[in-house]
């Protein structure tokens, strides 16, 4: 049965850092490419980072490119966002996704605000 389990958000001041957590199970994670979307309060889903199944190849979009880095476990089932230099404009639901599917998860929830 598949399992996302996102974790690792919180209430974070602008400039602050927040790793990301999500687990995953139920599928072939190691040759999955992983994505990780987040939803802003009132708005729809953007698609902000993605990783090829062996972890070697990594995309970004405009609006995080430079702040936050993607990552995966293979051995544990784990993918990771590391997020740097967090802006009021972060403020949103985060989850993990296989490439081009809906979230499944309840998502964590990021706040940047001081």
């Known amino acids: 049965q598949l399992q996302i389990v996102e974790s690792g958000g919180g209430l974070v001041q602008p400039g602050g850092s927040l790793r990301l957590s999500c687990a995953a199970s139920?599928?072939?994670?190691?040759?999955?490419?992983m994505t990780w979307v987040r939803q802003a309060p009132g708005k729809g889903l953007e698609w902000i980072s993605g990783?090829?199944?062996?972890?070697?190849?990594?995309s970004y979009s405009d609006s995080v490119k430079g702040r936050f880095t993607i990552s995966r476990d293979n051995v544990k089932n784990m993918l990771y966002l590391q997020m740097n230099n967090l802006k009021p404009d972060d403020t949103a639901v985060y989850y993990c996704?296989?490439?081009?599917?809906?979230?499944r998860g309840q998502g964590t929830q990021v706040t940047v605000s001081s």
């Open positions: 990783i090829s199944g062996g972890g070697g190849s990594t």
């Open positions: 996704t296989r490439f081009s599917n809906p979230p």
């Open positions: 139920g599928f072939t994670f190691r040759i999955t490419t």
